[in-house]
């Protein structure tokens, strides 16, 4: 027997924003609410249909059942632990009826493990009781938006079939590449969360920037944070903002990133490397739609973000090691992408070194000066290396060597400026001077994080002295922040007077 206090409440601090969907939509929407407590079934049904919505309502579970085989629901909700059939059984037999169904499952007892069963079968989200009235109006109009979103983009293409022109430039013809390009552009009209893999400068931003440049947000902004650029109480008030006092310094309120993204998109750059403390906090945002800011005891506002997540670390293994909140990931990780690193795409190094090659020379000369043109040995030289900083370090490569040609010349292998000075472009040949017969003898998590280590300071000293100890170039250069150089030095006890300076 459920507690009385299952039902919603009344009670909320967030006004709803009632612009997520059209009225006229709302009405249309086919809802079934599923569980064996009336008092809660009604509830929900006081609470929705006062915003327009339309729904229906069961408490049996055999009855429940042969509803959702027979028909087609734009959204349900359901009790995980129903009598007669679980709410597990009704989600996949909803799912099996209509693929595209939006299930949200409540449950009095909202275990870790209950949910993420949920989810990985494909519920949409979990509602945990008791919840408020606010809760469930701020969760059913994420779901509605979420198929007025999908059914517009349907829309869209039966009216313009094709490919949509993009703003983005995305070079590349390999399999593995034109793969995540495809389920970028396929997920991109949904406001499902994507999760973006891939190692540092592979391309996943401009993969995000692909998928919200094609979704219905495209007119709002695309908010970006890297998560592993900023000490963890600097990322909590940046994320969610906070109010004055809060903190010495706090002088005023200030809105955090998540509520500058509303209507648009957020993406978490680098992931994995958020402090758990505030996976928690992201994940209840997440969870109800809401955002408190930092130093506040109520809630600030309404938090309708489309969320794409990025990391060049594994997650599985992040999830091993404890260092990434499983609920969350599930949550975020709802479409996958792989961005395979450029040692993976040799073919593609060409396109990309010629584009490089036209941008460059278009940007540091002058436009009537014929461009060089890469030969075919220099091609082959740039298509059988690694590439460890992938794409970016290929870009800052052509870059490098557009400063130094002549107009119309033939670029040859010596021409370009990769050999031993690079340690970032090292041959796999070069691997001893990394890996001693001493970092093998230690543990893989050891010596992996050792063999980091040694060339993350090779590279920042080689950086730095590129520059010529400029520290706003070298981090143009390397493709990162100022903030992130900075924090890199300090973690391996490098300052720019230490190092030897190339003249320039």
């Given at each position: 027997m459920k507690a009385a206090s299952s039902q919603p409440s009344t009670g909320g601090t967030v006004e709803v924003d009632g612009a997520l969907v059209p009225p006229e939509f709302r009405a249309e929407l086919h809802m079934l609410v599923i569980d064996d407590e009336r008092t809660l079934r009604e509830s929900c049904r006081t609470v929705l249909e006062s915003d327009g919505y339309r729904l229906e309502a069961c408490g049996r579970g055999h009855e429940?059942?042969?509803?959702?085989?027979?028909?087609?629901?734009?959204?349900?909700?359901?009790?995980?632990?129903?009598?007669?059939?679980?709410?597990?059984?009704?989600?996949?037999?909803?799912?099996?009826?209509?693929?595209?169904?939006?299930?949200?499952?409540?449950?009095?007892?909202?275990?870790?493990?209950?949910?993420?069963?949920?989810?990985?079968?494909?519920?949409?989200?979990?509602?945990?009781?008791?919840?408020?009235?606010?809760?469930?109006?701020?969760?059913?109009?994420?779901?509605?938006?979420?198929?007025?979103?999908?059914?517009?983009?349907?829309?869209?293409?039966?009216?313009?079939?094709?490919?949509?022109?993009?703003?983005?430039?995305?070079?590349?013809?390999?399999?593995?590449?034109?793969?995540?390009?495809?389920?970028?552009?396929?997920?991109?009209?949904?406001?499902?969360?994507?999760?973006?893999?891939?190692?540092?400068?592979?391309?996943?931003?401009?993969?995000?920037?692909?998928?919200?440049?094609?979704?219905?947000?495209?007119?709002?902004?695309?908010?970006?944070?890297?998560?592993?650029?900023?000490?963890?109480?600097?990322?909590?008030?940046?994320?969610?903002?906070?109010?004055?006092?809060?903190?010495?310094?706090?002088?005023?309120?200030?809105?955090?990133?998540?509520?500058?993204?509303?209507?648009?998109?957020?993406?978490?750059?680098?992931?994995?490397?958020?402090?758990?403390?505030?996976?928690?906090?992201?994940?209840?945002?997440?969870?109800?739609?809401?955002?408190?800011?930092?130093?506040?005891?109520?809630?600030?506002?309404?938090?309708?973000?489309?969320?794409?997540?990025?990391?060049?670390?594994?997650?599985?293994?992040?999830?091993?090691?404890?260092?990434?909140?499983?609920?969350?990931?599930?949550?975020?990780?709802?479409?996958?992408?792989?961005?395979?690193?450029?040692?993976?795409?040799?073919?593609?190094?060409?396109?990309?070194?010629?584009?490089?090659?036209q941008y460059y020379w278009r940007r540091h000369r002058e436009a009537d000066l014929p461009v060089p043109q890469l030969t075919e040995p220099a091609l082959a030289s740039l298509s059988a290396r690694r590439w460890p900083g992938n794409v970016r370090e290929l870009q800052n490569v052509i870059e490098h060597a557009v400063v130094m040609l002549d107009p119309d010349q033939q670029v040859r292998p010596e021409d370009i400026p990769l050999g031993g000075e690079t340690p970032i472009a090292a041959q796999p040949d070069d691997a001893e001077s990394f890996v001693s017969d001493d970092v093998l003898a230690q543990s893989y998590h050891a010596a992996r994080e050792r063999v980091i280590a040694q060339f993350e300071r090779r590279y920042l000293a080689w950086l730095v002295s590129r520059a010529g100890g400029n520290m706003s170039k070298a981090a143009r250069l390397a493709g990162v922040d100022r903030t992130t150089l900075y924090r890199l030095m300090e973690r391996h006890g490098l300052q720019r007077e230490m190092v030897t300076v190339v003249p320039q």
């Open positions: 429940a059942l042969v509803l959702v085989r027979q028909r087609r629901f734009d959204i349900i909700l359901v009790d995980l632990y129903m009598t007669e059939a679980s709410g597990m059984e009704l989600l996949a037999a909803a799912l099996k009826t209509a693929p595209e169904t939006i299930v949200i499952v409540m449950t009095g007892n909202p275990s870790v493990a209950s949910s993420l069963e949920a989810l990985r079968a494909g519920a949409w989200d979990y509602l945990p009781k008791p919840f408020s009235a606010t809760h469930l109006q701020i969760l059913i109009g994420r779901a509605a938006h979420t198929v007025f979103v999908a059914r517009e983009a349907r829309e869209r293409r039966a009216e313009a079939p094709g490919p949509a022109e993009s703003k983005i430039t995305l070079i590349g013809l390999s399999p593995t590449f034109q793969r995540a390009i495809d389920i970028a552009r396929r997920v991109a009209p949904t406001d499902a969360s994507v999760f973006i893999t891939g190692e540092s400068g592979s391309g996943k931003e401009l993969i995000a920037q692909l998928i919200h440049e094609h979704s219905r947000r495209s007119t709002r902004p695309m908010v970006t944070i890297n998560c592993a650029a900023l000490p963890e109480g600097l990322l909590e008030s940046e994320m969610f903002g906070h109010v004055k006092g809060a903190f010495t310094g706090a002088v005023r309120d200030k809105v955090g990133l998540i509520e500058s993204a509303n209507g648009g998109t957020f993406f978490l750059d680098e992931l994995v490397d958020m402090p758990k403390s505030i996976q928690a906090k992201l994940l209840r945002v997440i969870q109800d739609g809401v955002v408190r800011r930092v130093g506040s005891s109520t809630n600030s506002a309404v938090a309708n973000v489309r969320f794409i997540s990025a990391s060049n670390r594994d997650p599985d293994q992040a999830l091993k090691d404890g260092s990434l909140r499983e609920d969350l990931y599930f949550r975020l990780r709802v479409v996958p992408i792989r961005v395979p690193p450029l040692r993976e795409r040799p073919d593609d190094v060409k396109l990309l070194a010629n584009h490089f090659l």
